[in-house]
């Protein structure tokens, strides 16, 4: 049977909402830190400051919405709703993939949101292992008009494709193809992982390939070969992917391995995004604190989003009421104070 673009969505869409797809035993490895409390901060609450800058957007709180989802009806409710809630707290966001509207164009608008977020950093989101099925920088392009975005995510999931029976399981060559976008679009180009992380060795060719930010996406958040298990249409292909439920690289450690290798080629241009089973305000202090410029979560925004855009934003007014109390307790003035010798300790 053809799974279509727009029912492989839905089918996404239900099953992170009602099935167990996190993680069975790997972790985050966040857990194996703790901040160092300073009883006597010398500060006022009110001095502490979340806001930072990026690709031209100031942000309120360094946090992303991680791409989700989009092309297909029930999708353009999730968008608006952490797009509203997006503009209220100033924070950015990233969309779904957007090769069903590119391909269907029935289905471009469930991905548009800037009517109702005009001010947010906004990011385009293409797979890049369609440049190995027709894509072009062309793609790139028409994906960012289509939701006048600041920026494009190129993602990477060589194990899901390999999980789904509809899977694009062709990765040759792909680096070439990543650079030539880098070099013609006028516009940063993220890459991310979609939750088994980015190890240092394809960072370092990464950055060498021109991309502007790497969002490692590590393990310990949701598996999408668990999701894959769940839409699985035979019991081998179940096995199959059940036989890949905790692989990955945990976010702490490519966290790390990302940031040792853009201190080694001297390119603190190069952002660095940390997403992959963020559930907390002190987990984005954490990973502020290993490094990264922007945290994202969707996991915890798609559950409010189902709910209402006020739900939404009152999950990221939380999460950075709990990031402002872990700077004050740590002394930290700023995001990037976060980073100073001795406020994150290991426990490991």
């Not at 509207?101 to 469930?110: K, R």
Request: aromatic share 4%.
């Amino acid at each position: 049977m053809i799974v279509t673009i727009d029912q492989r969505k839905v089918d996404h869409i239900r099953i992170n909402l009602e099935e167990d797809v996190t993680f069975p035993r790997t972790t985050t490895g966040l857990e194996r830190f703790r901040f160092e409390h300073q009883a006597l901060p010398e500060l006022h609450l009110d001095d502490i400051r979340t806001d930072v800058e990026l690709f031209g957007r100031r942000l309120k709180t360094p946090l992303l919405i991680s791409s989700m989802t989009g092309g297909a009806e029930e999708a353009r409710r999730i968008n608006h709703n952490l797009a509203v809630a997006a503009q209220a707290q100033r924070v950015a966001m990233g969309v779904g993939s957007q090769r069903a509207g590119l391909e269907q164009d029935a289905t471009s608008d469930t991905f548009r949101v800037r009517h109702v977020a005009p001010d947010i950093l906004l990011m385009a989101n293409l797979g890049a292992v369609q440049f190995n099925y027709g894509y072009t920088v062309d793609e790139c392009r028409r994906a960012m008009e289509m939701i006048e975005a600041d920026a494009l995510i190129l993602h990477l999931n060589p194990l899901q494709e390999a999980l789904q029976p509809e899977g694009d399981v062709d990765w040759r060559n792909l680096l070439t193809r990543i650079e030539e976008v880098c070099t013609r679009l006028d516009a940063p180009v993220v890459v991310k992982e979609v939750g088994w992380g980015i190890s240092g060795p394809l960072a370092r060719r990464l950055i060498d390939a021109g991309v502007q930010a790497i969002d490692v996406a590590g393990a310990g958040g949701t598996s999408w070969s668990q999701v894959e298990m769940h839409r699985a249409p035979t019991e081998r292909l179940r096995r199959l992917a059940a036989a890949f439920a905790d692989w990955g690289i945990p976010t702490a450690e490519s966290l790390a391995a990302v940031r040792a290798v853009r201190e080694e080629v001297n390119r603190p241009d190069v952002r660095l995004f940390a997403s992959g089973g963020i559930r907390t305000g002190q987990d984005i202090a954490k990973c502020l604190a290993l490094g990264a410029d922007l945290a994202g979560l969707a996991s915890p925004f798609l559950r409010a989003a189902v709910e209402s855009a006020d739900a939404v934003a009152e999950e990221m007014a939380l999460l950075t009421d709990e990031l402002r109390i872990a700077m004050f307790c740590t002394a930290s003035r700023t995001p990037a104070d976060l980073r100073r010798p001795g406020i994150l300790v290991s426990v490991s």
